[in-house]
C-alpha cells in the first residue's frame, strides 16, 4: 500500500525566521519555497535527502478558519507543536556547532539506551531532538 513517508508538518509562527533557522542555522536545504496564493508551501530536508521534507506551514487559511489559527499559536508557543527528531554521526559535535550558530540548546548530550541524545526548540515553541544512534 504505502511506499513513503515525504512530507511531516509543523506550525510556525513567521516563515521567513523559520527559513533562517532551519537552513541557517540548523543547515537544512530549502526543498521548495511557493507562492500558492492564498499560503506559502515552505519545505526543508535534511541535505541531499529531498525525499523527506519537513513543511514549515504558518497556522491559518486555507487549511483553518481564524480562530483555529489563533488557537494553533497558541498551542505552538507553549511548546504544544510538533516534534521533529533527526539522527547525527556527532551529537557532541552538532551540538557545539549549533551552539556557536547561536541555537540554544536546552538539554545537552545525554547517553541513553539508544544513543547519545540533545534537544533545543525553535524560535516557536517546536520541540527538535538530535540522536547519535548507537
Not at 541555537?103 to 547519535?132: K, M, S, W, Y
Request: glycine share 8%; aromatic share 6%.
Amino acid at each position: 500500500m504505502f511506499t513513503a513517508i515525504t512530507h511531516s508538518q509543523i506550525y510556525v509562527l513567521d516563515q521567513d525566521e523559520a527559513l533562517d533557522f532551519y537552513a541557517g542555522k540548523l543547515g537544512l536545504e530549502v526543498a521548495a519555497d511557493v507562492d500558492m496564493g492564498d499560503m506559502r508551501w515552505l519545505t526543508v530536508a535534511v541535505p541531499g535527502h529531498p525525499e523527506r521534507q519537513i513543511v514549515l506551514a504558518k497556522p491559518g487559511g486555507p487549511m483553518m478558519s481564524a480562530q483555529t489559527a489563533e488557537q494553533v499559536r497558541d498551542l505552538v508557543t507553549k511548546g504544544a507543536g510538533g516534534t521533529v527528531i533527526f539522527t547525527t554521526d556527532d551529537c557532541r559535535k552538532t551540538c557545539e556547532t549549533l551552539r556557536e550558530r547561536g541555537v540554544e540548546i536546552i538539554e545537552e548530550p545525554t547517553e541513553r539506551p539508544f544513543g547519545i541524545d540533545c534537544a533545543l526548540r525553535d524560535p516557536f515553541g517546536n520541540h527538535i531532538r538530535f540522536t547519535q544512534l548507537s
